[in-house]
């Protein structure tokens, strides 16, 4: 038993990486040509589930034990690398926060292939489906499970790599893969923070492990403020609260699964699950509580406001998601990591259930979308506020949207009017092509054509160069060197002529004798 | 064994003159044994040359004429060895590319071999006197090929050729002589004559050596005297070009790597001076050979702006430079040989060397336009290839030496760049030229002999090693003179 208690928390490594694996093996089906007709579709399904089902399986096996035996701490499987005196393990953390919300996640995401199983069948992208959910289930157990912040983010990006991915899964339709864009692009915003805050473990304390990182006693107030703000910047946008909450609405042109697995259950946890993990850190700074349950409040109001007004089961459930992380983030704000802990799970079962269940409602329904309330419908302001969704996007889009695209406009006719010109590079490739393809007859005197500042500097010395070069040269016969020589010729001649005469002959003779005498 | 060498293109040359004139493929066959011979030969000595040792190896000499103290000496060194072995691998790709011969198939091959011997004896000789006539000696079958298998010009393309030459030459003798009276041991021996010429004051070693750099320079050509040069390679029938710039002009820099080992003094004062015109004439053949239309003249230019990488390396006078200097003698003779090759099969084909009139020769040579780009990319000195090694070590001698100026270097590279990558723009855009549709790829024979060189670039880029270490021991020793 004992051994047993000893190996099994080392093959922790397995439970994100079985769901790794399902994906490389999809991959392998789709790159290798496996992936047509409807006999295609079992074998993609079934890896996804079993690895989802024995990753489940194991993490119920180590969750056994831990309600026996006690959970196993932090375990280290290895070392990822060493640079320096930085040094990152692959080290993974089994409380009783991680195994069960991982369980959680195992069983919401094993339960949801199997019912996308049918769900998908004969879609297009049945095979890039299932490659996803599976990216996503092995990111979501790392973050979960990873012992570092390192590994953490790793899983954190894996998460919204494949969210991007399944948000833009109908990739012919605009619309989605804008959307996928929009979704990513917030998250990046996010990931800043991830990374300022994983910097900053590296830079203060040497380690990013959790357990040191989270009991680090010596740092003061402001400093575990800003370490921890990194952090929660992170879990602001993957949790979709206030400033950043419009992702999510967009994020809905995925499939309806993986809606029900990314915002309804699972990822859209993430950042909750993050401050509860920081726990003993946020304790350290408490403006950074205040500031979490704020705005935890104004997206709970917000997720509120704009779930009345919405008409399609999907918006209608996202936005009721909202409020419900909005509540768990003001529930951390307070203090009540245990409270928010509790809310989390129970509101991921039963989201992923309705999310899940969300295509039927159509048919269960017996009337029409209950309208909204009455007083909201006499708040004229309030109402348009909450159907516009309080203009979140547009204020995004006026703050850094339309100056980030006016700016690389500005950036982008600097290099087509002045660099381009200077260096003489061609205004685009299509430009250049067009020119190549129809001014090739047009164009055949101009061969030694030098482009911009450079080429005419080159274009102008090859000029005086060659001016100089056929000078220097034989090469014409009236050049000035052959006239020179020319001359001198003809002269030589006529001396040679007067010398040939009898009178010069005699006068040389005497000046001979004279300059002698 | 140096004897054998030089003795075997004759032999052939001898034999190629009794055949009967009426077979043409049997007289090839014969030249290309006989060169083929030459190059076994040669690159056999290999396994007999000691890379290691500096000095001079396979040494022989006999007395020629003891009056004057001259005599028939052979031996090869660090700088020698690997321009033997260019020079008798060119000859092969030279007589492999010269199908396009058609007249007087006889005197053509048997004035190629002389050619070869006369100038794997400017490399081999280690007698002032014996140099001066091996010299001299490839002017003459030069002068023929031109202005017998040459084109409309010809005649005035070899007239110029060796009136430049022998006007050089004539300077060479001179120092020659200067040399030969300022040896207290009376004799032309390389090493002997060396010894005389360190004792020489300053002002006698720059004049002497300025003689030498007249004669030596015309053949490299250096920037004012390179008048020979553009009508001379365009002039002459397609294959002569490959010897003329991948050997020949090599010829030229050989000598001014002996002399600067002789004349020490005058080289240290000269040093500024050299690297200005290795400089100019980079420059210079770099701007021209961009304003050239004319494919062969283009490549001409830039031949010319190649040597004066040579000159400048040569000039820095320390190890990394000099290495640079040999490493680009090698890396030329395989980059302008396979491009005056590729060059001259094209201008079979298609009659014509305006840049214009080719576009996506790609789609109907897909062969000619790989070597080709191969060639011009090596030319530019890409990494990988044999140009780069040479161009790196002029670049960090050059930097040792005058810092900030070989920012020049990296000029003239920009500006073969430019044509280069022009060239290479022509051969794979636009659209297919009607008439140029049927153009047949390269041949068998020419694919060898282009592939052999390309090989050769490629090899030298990637280990550089097996030239580096040739030449290592002989290049340190001879830096070791300037300290």
Known sequence: MNGLLELAPQLAWLIPLLPLLAAAGIALRILSGHDKGDGAEPPSARIAIYCAGAALLL???????????????????????????????ISFTLDALSLSIATLVAFIA?????????????????????????????????????????????????????????????????????????????????????????????IWLGTVEWPALLHANRLGTLSAGLLALGFVVAALAKSAQVPFSPWIARALEGPTPSSAIFYGALMVHAGVFLLIRMEPLLRQAP????????????????????????????????????????????ACGLGWFTLAAWHLGLHASWRAYQFLASPSYMHLMGGPTRAAPAWLHNKQRLYTAALQRFWLEQLSDWLLVRPTQQLSRDIRNLDDNVVSRLVGLPDSAVVSAFMVASGEEKNQDKVVRGSGLAGAFLEWLALKLHRFESRLLFQDGDSRLG????????????????????????????????VIL | MLRALFLLPIVGAVIIALLPGSNPRLIRFAALLASGAAMGLAWGLLGVFDPALAGVQLFETHVWNPRLGSAFSLGVDGFSFPMVLLGTLLTVVTILASNCITKRVKGYYALILLLESGMLGVFMARDWSLFYVFWELTLIPLFFLIDRWGSENKHRAALNFVLYTMGGSVFMLVALLLLYDANPGHSFDVASIAQGARSLSQEAQILIFL???????????????????PLAYVEAPSPIPILLSGILAKMGSYGLIRAAEMLPLAVQALQGWLAALGMISMIYGGVLAWHQRDLKKMVAYSSMSHMGVVLLGIATLNEAGLTGAVMQMVAHGLVAGSLFLLIGLLYERTNTRDIAEFSSLVQVMPRFAFFTVLALVAAVGFPGTAGFIAEVHVLIGGFARWSGWVIILSMSVLISAAYAFRTVGRLFTGPVREEMRLIPDLGRAEFAAVSVLASGILLVGIFPTTVLGLISASVRQLSKVFG
């Open chain 1, 483 to 514: 006239r020179i020589l020319a001359r001198i010729g003809s002269y030589l001649v006529a001396v040679e002529g007067l010398l040939s005469q009898p009178r010069y002959l005699l006068l040389i003779i005497m000046a001979t004798l004279v």
């Open chain 1, 59 to 89: 993490l119920l096996g180590l969750d056994v034990l831990a309600l026996g035996w006690g959970v196993p701490g932090q375990v280290r499987s290895g070392i990822w690398f060493t640079s320096g005196a930085i040094v990152l393990p």
């Open chain 1, 287 to 330: 403006a950074l509580m205040s500031l979490i349950a704020v705005l935890g409040l104004l997206t709970a109001l917000y997720g509120y406001f704009s779930g009345l007004t919405q008409t399609d089961v999907k918006s209608a459930l996202m936005f009721a998601t909202t409020t419900q992380v909005g509540l768990m983030f003001i």
């Open chain 2, 211 to 229: 003689g030498l750099l007249i004669g030596f320079g015309v053949k490299v050509p250096i920037f004012p005297l390179h008048g020979w040069l």
């Open chain 1, 110 to 202: 094993t339960l949801t292939l199997i019912f996308s199983r049918n769900y998908l069948h004969r879609e297009l992208g049945f095979h890039r489906f299932f490659f996803g959910m599976s990216l996503f289930t092995a990111g979501m157990l790392l973050i979960v499970l990873a012992g570092n912040v390192a590994l953490t983010f790793v899983g954190w990006e894996l998460a919204g790599v494949s969210s991007w991915m399944l948000i833009g899964y109908a990739y012919e339709r605009p619309t989605a893969t804008s959307n996928a864009l929009r979704a990513i692009v917030t998250n990046r915003i996010g990931d800043a923070g991830f990374i300022l805050g994983i910097s900053l473990a590296f």
